[in-house]
């Protein structure tokens, strides 16, 4: 950790923990009180800073956040400082998908975010829509193939299924993976955020990815905002967005994942 850090935080002790691949994590202490700390290169103050904003939002629509503190850079580092939350192993995964029904249920007012942000390293854009295929064919899907073939990767797909879905904007978590949910003793907690207002079943999309959620928590979901036909087609677009950043984030290893996807796609249409 840079010494200027230590200093402009009055950090009194650190200890590195398990934060995720992109930034440095510690258990700190400052002026006696225990915090989370995540720190990346200056570059990143707006990545952290957007993050806040995005922690902020979801608080505000009834989810539980690890409260944001502070962020900013300092000497050649830039920081975000959060409420430390002591996670458990296991929770009620009914209650989390029931608090996420009654948060997407709040009607935002047009599709979109008043940032941009990130999803994961990778910038994310936003501004404002009042057409939901178009948003998310054009803010999206597009940046990542176009990410993507400059990375030698070339893939295209023609699918048009969200044409004549018109679903109303709900504040999306954006990046909700098992790696982003968690348990405290009081209840379910969400984290790392990729805020934005979109079809909610984007989020339900990526809850299904990389090992998925248990089944309690889609079953109490459907139970307090019961999914709309179509679901089952739409999710792998939505889901397609997060797989070409991962193929463009970290390499071919995923390329099978997103070949596949765009097949199964294609079959949808035909």
């Known amino acids: 950790m840079d010494v200027a850090l230590r200093k402009r935080l009055r950090i009194e002790s650190a200890q590195p923990v398990d934060g995720g691949c992109i930034h440095e994590c510690y258990k700190v202490s400052i002026d006696g009180r225990a915090f989370f700390l995540k720190t990346n290169l200056a570059s990143q103050a707006d990545n952290f800073a957007a993050e806040a904003d995005g922690l902020i939002a979801l608080r505000n629509a009834g989810l539980r956040v690890p409260g944001p503190v502070a962020h900013g850079a300092a000497g050649q580092q830039a920081y975000l400082i959060l409420e430390l939350l002591e996670l458990k192993p296991k929770g009620d995964w009914a209650a989390l998908g029931r608090t996420l029904a009654k948060a997407h249920r709040r009607p935002g007012p047009r599709f979109g975010w008043s940032r941009?942000?990130?999803?994961?390293?990778?910038?994310?854009?936003?501004?404002?829509?009042?057409?939901?295929?178009?948003?998310?064919?054009?803010?999206?899907?597009?940046?990542?193939?176009?990410?993507?073939?400059?990375?030698?990767?070339?893939?295209?797909?023609?699918?048009?299924?969200?044409?004549?879905?018109?679903?109303?904007?709900?504040?999306?978590?954006?990046?909700?993976?098992?790696?982003n949910a968690g348990f405290t003793q009081e209840g379910p907690v969400v984290f790392d955020p990729a805020v934005y207002y979109g079809d909610r079943e984007a989020d339900l999309a990526m809850t299904e990815l990389f090992g998925g959620f248990p089944r309690e928590f889609y079953e109490a979901y459907e139970e307090t905002y019961p999914l709309e036909p179509g679901y089952q087609v739409r999710k792998h677009l939505y889901n397609l967005y997060h797989l070409l950043n991962h193929l463009n984030l970290f390499g071919a290893g995923y390329l099978s994942q997103v070949k596949e996807t765009l097949g199964l796609l294609r079959r949808s249409c035909s």
């Open 116 to 179: 941009d942000n990130y999803i994961g390293a990778t910038p994310q854009r936003n501004g404002w829509s009042d057409d939901w295929a178009e948003f998310w064919r054009e803010k999206r899907l597009r940046p990542q193939f176009e990410l993507a073939r400059r990375n030698g990767f070339d893939l295209r797909v023609d699918a048009e299924i969200l044409q004549d879905h018109r679903p109303q904007p709900s504040l999306l978590h954006g990046d909700l993976w098992s790696g």
